[in-house]
């Protein structure tokens, strides 16, 4: 129904925003990263929306980006995981990481938010890992690639295909890399070779 709403910020709460928009004040409750983004109160805020609808539930959400949107949207395709896990999770997890997580399995990650156990975690995982096949996540901070936790050799080829670059591209920097090294270790040095 709508697509964002921008207008002056006229109140900040702990897990919502509200913007008043030609004179309507809409309350849209939002994450804790898109809390801190849209500023202080009584200056301009523009938001993307979602709203949710149910039988006695008329809740708009607001997010400073349309990735954060998007990821949002995936997770309420997961069977078990409403709103507010998907709010919790958003506030814990900067998008980027969140999909870095679900393709090297990192549950732990994921179980850092609220309301969210290690079964809810892992159905996560198993239910969006085919979305993130080919996602774009080239810029992400370089201290989140290095958090997950990784399974195989093949996995430090297939966080840098997820970060962006090709497959050659990532075979050939992590073949450069000594792979006595740790996991986490040759990530960051094939990083560093294809930055240069």
Known sequence: MFHYISGTLEH???????????????????????????????????????????????????????EELSTFNMLLSVSGVGAKVAVAILSTVSPSKFALAVVTNNVNTIKQASGVGPKLAQRIILELKDKFKGADLSDMPGDEVVGGVFESGNEAVSALIVLGYSPHEAKRAVASVDPALELEEVIKLALKKLIR
């Open 12 to 66: 900040k709460g702990d897990n919502f925003a509200v913007i008043d928009a030609g004179g309507v004040g809409y309350k849209l409750y939002a994450t804790l990263p898109t809390l801190s983004a849209i500023g202080d109160v009584g200056k301009s805020a523009k938001l993307y929306t979602y709203l949710r609808v149910a039988e006695d539930i008329f809740d708009l959400y607001g997010f400073a980006t349309q």
